[in-house]
């Protein structure tokens, strides 16, 4: 009875980390169980906000129209080969809204000596364009009829908006941050 009871004893005092040596990192996660719960906390918080803006509904701020278009303020780009109109932007009208919405003034001079302007906007995030107003001669607006947003036609050669989107107002799809970063876009393109 005493063999039996040492050996009870001496199974009893050996160090159970030496039997499971997984177990000497157990007290270290029981440390950081509390931390990695609230990291889940938080990360699942955050989606829940991501998820609540992706499903709030867009809302457009209110166009105000700019002052007609002077010339020296009108900046060239280039839409393609394909067209020979001449396409400008007026510096002076480009503004970015907090809807995240571009507009900006666009006059448009066909080879036989026509010229259009159009007050329009352009939303990256959507790739829709919209048109608020017609230009006159005499320097006045028209408001635009069935004015809502239409997709860009992207695979036209001919669209100025599909230029406007890629090359200026949003590169790799992004929307540039402000007028200012516009104004270069476009001036980069003239040199």
């Known amino acids: 009875m005493v063999a039996s009871s040492r050996a009870i004893r001496s199974t009893g005092n050996t160090n159970t980390a030496d039997k499971m040596p997984g177990m000497k990192n157990v007290p270290v996660l029981l440390l950081l169980l509390p931390l990695l719960t609230i990291q889940a906390a938080y990360a699942e ?20 129209l700019p002052a007609y278009p002077k010339a020296e303020n009108l900046l060239p780009f280039t839409v393609s080969s394909a067209t020979r109109n001449q396409h400008f932007v007026d510096a002076a009208s480009i503004s970015v809204g907090t809807d995240k919405v571009i507009r900006y003034t666009v006059v448009i001079e066909a080879a036989g000596g026509a010229k259009n302007v159009s007050f329009e906007g352009l939303r990256c995030d959507s790739g ?13 607006w028209s408001k635009a009829r069935n004015a809502g947003w239409e997709a860009i036609k992207f695979r036209s050669l001919l669209s ?20 200012q970063e516009a104004v270069r876009n476009l001036r980069k393109a003239v040199r």
């Open 45 to 64: 918080w955050g989606e829940f906000e991501h998820d609540f803006e992706q499903d709030k509904p867009w809302e457009e701020v209110a166009a105000q």
């Open 128 to 140: 829709e364009r919209r048109l608020y107003a017609y230009g006159h001669p005499d320097g006045s």
């Open 160 to 179: 100025y908006q599909k230029a406007l989107y890629e090359d200026y107002f949003c590169p790799a799809g992004l929307p540039v941050k402000d007028d």
